[in-house]
């Protein structure tokens, strides 16, 4: 009889044996296996391209909460937003508007997504189905106010002008507007609440088209390009041609326009923190006492 040790002695040698070995086909598993990772290599690069690897998809607005507030019997909701708090030149303009809930256009996003011919494929169709109202903020309100208030008065302003007077209103950014009814301020909402997109596609279409005939009462600054945005080629025609009246004063490229071609338009300031002597005169007659504080 064998002994227990005796035998996994024996099958430790014959593993030893068949490990060490060459199979019948081994070059040839080498060989493929050498061409593997090439072809796996080859494998990922027409599959990454088709799957779109390392794009992040965008979801777009909603009617998610307009739908909410209808079911609970709040009706008209409307969106509101604005195109141009941050050119050079030119108005800030807000719209409003109260989509139909049965006829609501396809493809609506926010405005920064599309293209300008798709704004204004979709601009036609919102004014055409639903409520839509406009107000435009002067470069001069804007000089007088700062961009700011000057955007919240005009978005307001748009809300007041709607056919239909709103029960909600909701608007881009971190602002409430004062309005009568229940407003709802949403950070990134042109990109979440379809009526606010709406209404980004009505604002930037209108200011667009405004911008387009300013460029023609003021020919040299490229108002039709780049809608008074501080592009090179705009900053270039401000330190050529100087601002017009269109022109926001006080934004500092503007500003500095102003000081080289209208240095009487710039007013002085006031160094608030400049050190001025004061001459002191004490009579000699008056005398000290020492101890008159003890």
């Given at each position: 009889?064998?002994?227990?040790?005796?035998?996994?002695?024996?099958?430790?040698?014959?593993?030893?044996?068949?490990?060490?070995?060459?199979?019948?086909d081994?070059?040839?598993?080498?060989?493929?296996?050498?061409?593997?990772p090439?072809?796996?290599?080859?494998?990922?690069?027409?599959?990454?391209?088709?799957g779109?690897?390392?794009i992040?998809?965008?979801?777009?607005?909603?009617?998610?909460?307009?739908?909410?507030?209808?079911?609970?019997?709040?009706?008209?909701?409307?969106?509101?937003?604005?195109?141009?708090?941050?050119?050079?030149?030119?108005?800030?303009?807000?719209?409003?508007?109260?989509?139909?809930?049965?006829?609501?256009?396809?493809?609506?996003?926010?405005?920064?997504?599309?293209?300008?011919e798709?704004?204004?494929?979709?601009?036609?169709?919102?004014?055409?189905?639903?409520?839509?109202?406009?107000?435009?903020?002067?470069?001069?309100?804007?000089?007088?106010?700062?961009?700011?208030?000057?955007s919240?008065?005009?978005?307001?302003?748009?809300?007041?002008?709607?056919?239909?007077?709103?029960?909600?209103?909701?608007?881009?950014?971190?602002?409430?507007?004062?309005?009568?009814?229940?407003?709802?301020?949403?950070?990134?909402?042109?990109?979440?609440?379809?009526?606010?997109?709406?209404?980004?596609?009505?604002?930037?279409?209108?200011?667009?088209?405004?911008?387009?005939?300013?460029?023609?009462?003021?020919?040299?600054?490229?108002?039709?390009q780049?809608?008074?945005?501080?592009?090179?080629?705009?900053?270039?025609?401000?330190?050529?041609?100087?601002?017009?009246i269109?022109?926001?004063?006080?934004?500092a490229?503007?500003?500095?326009?102003?000081?080289?071609?209208?240095?009487?338009?710039?007013?002085?300031v006031?160094?608030?923190f400049?050190?001025?002597?004061?001459?002191?005169?004490?009579?000699?007659?008056?005398?000290?006492?020492?101890?008159?504080?003890?």
């Amino acid at each position: 009889m064998r002994r227990p040790g005796r035998l996994r002695t024996i099958a430790a040698m014959i593993r030893d044996k068949s490990a060490t070995k060459p199979a019948k086909d081994a070059p040839q598993k080498a060989a493929a296996k050498k061409a593997a990772p090439a072809k796996t290599a080859a494998a990922k690069a027409t599959v990454a391209p088709a799957g779109k690897k390392g794009i992040i998809a965008v979801a777009p607005p909603s009617f998610r909460r307009e739908r909410a507030l209808i079911k609970r019997g709040v009706w008209p909701v409307a969106g509101c937003d604005e195109a141009g708090r941050g050119p050079l030149a030119g108005p800030v303009v807000a719209a409003a508007v109260i989509l139909d809930p049965d006829r609501i256009p396809r493809g609506i996003d926010d405005s920064k997504r599309l293209t300008a011919e798709e704004r204004e494929r979709l601009f036609d169709k919102i004014c055409a189905t639903a409520q839509v109202s406009v107000a435009v903020a002067s470069p001069s309100r804007i000089d007088r106010d700062n961009i700011l208030r000057a955007s919240l008065w005009a978005l307001k302003r748009a809300v007041v002008a709607l056919p239909e007077a709103p029960r909600h209103v909701f608007v881009d950014g971190r602002d409430r507007l004062d309005t009568e009814c229940d407003c709802e301020a949403v950070i990134g909402g042109d990109g979440i609440v379809l009526s606010i997109a709406a209404a980004s596609i009505v604002a930037k279409v209108t200011r667009d088209r405004l911008m387009c005939a300013l460029a023609q009462d003021c020919p040299g600054y490229g108002f039709e390009q780049h809608k008074g945005y501080a592009v090179p080629e705009h900053l270039d025609a401000l330190d050529r041609l100087g601002p017009t009246i269109h022109h926001r004063r006080f934004f500092a490229p503007v500003a500095a326009a102003r000081a080289k071609h209208m240095p009487w338009t710039v007013e002085p300031v006031q160094d608030l923190f400049a050190v001025t002597e004061v001459e002191v005169q004490v009579e000699a007659s008056v005398e000290i006492d020492a101890s008159a504080g003890l």
